[in-house]
C-alpha cells in the first residue's frame, strides 16, 4: 500500500511540475504567396495564443482590417521595414486592435495605405483601444 501511495504522489508531483512549466511561443510564419505556417497574416493571428510570434517574410501582404485582440509579437524576418510591408490598399485600416488584451509588439514592419472614413478618422495604419501597443522599427506610408 505505500508503494502505491508512494507512486500516486510521485506522478501528482510530476504532473505539477510538468503542468506548472511556462509555455514557449509558437512562430507562425507566414509568406506573401500565402505559403507558410498560414496563408495570410489574419489567419495566423486567429491561430495564435496571447504571446505567440507572427513573422512576416520579405514582401509585400495585401491585407487590411487585421483585427488582433490578444498580446501577441508581429514582426519582419529582418526587423527592417524595408522587409515586410502590410498594405491596406485604402481599403480599411491596416490593423484594427479594439480592446486589446495585453501587449501587441509590432516590430521592422511597414504599414501602408491605410484608410479610415469616419467621424473621428483615427487609426488608419494601427488602430487599438485597451491593452498597450510597442512599435519598433516601424514606418506608416500614405495611411488616410
Same mark, same amino acid.
Given at each position: 500500500m505505500?508503494? %502505491?501511495?508512494?507512486?500516486?504522489?510521485?506522478?501528482?508531483?510530476?504532473f505539477v511540475a510538468l503542468g506548472s512549466a511556462p509555455a514557449t511561443a509558437v512562430v507562425w510564419h507566414v509568406e506573401p504567396d500565402g505559403s507558410g505556417d498560414a496563408p495570410t497574416i489574419q489567419a495566423a493571428v486567429d491561430l495564435a495564443a496571447a504571446g505567440d510570434v507572427v513573422e512576416l517574410a520579405c514582401g509585400t501582404f495585401y491585407e487590411h482590417d487585421i483585427a488582433i485582440s490578444i498580446g501577441i509579437t508581429l514582426r519582419s524576418?529582418?526587423?527592417?521595414?524595408?522587409?515586410?510591408?502590410?498594405d491596406a490598399q485604402q481599403l480599411g485600416r491596416v /490593423?484594427?486592435?479594439?480592446? /486589446? +488584451? #495585453? +501587449? /501587441?509588439? #509590432? +516590430?521592422?514592419?511597414?504599414?501602408?495605405?491605410?484608410? %479610415? $472614413?469616419?467621424? $473621428? #478618422?483615427? #487609426?488608419a495604419g494601427v488602430f487599438f483601444s485597451g491593452g498597450s501597443l510597442n512599435l519598433t522599427s516601424c514606418d506608416f506610408v500614405n495611411n488616410y
Open positions: 505505500k508503494t %502505491r501511495v508512494w507512486g500516486v504522489f510521485i506522478a501528482g508531483a510530476v524576418v529582418t526587423s527592417d521595414p524595408g522587409c515586410a510591408t502590410i /490593423l484594427y486592435c479594439p480592446d /486589446l +488584451e #495585453g +501587449e /501587441l509588439i #509590432g +516590430e521592422g514592419i511597414t504599414f501602408a495605405n491605410g484608410y %479610415r $472614413n469616419d467621424a $473621428n #478618422g483615427r #487609426g
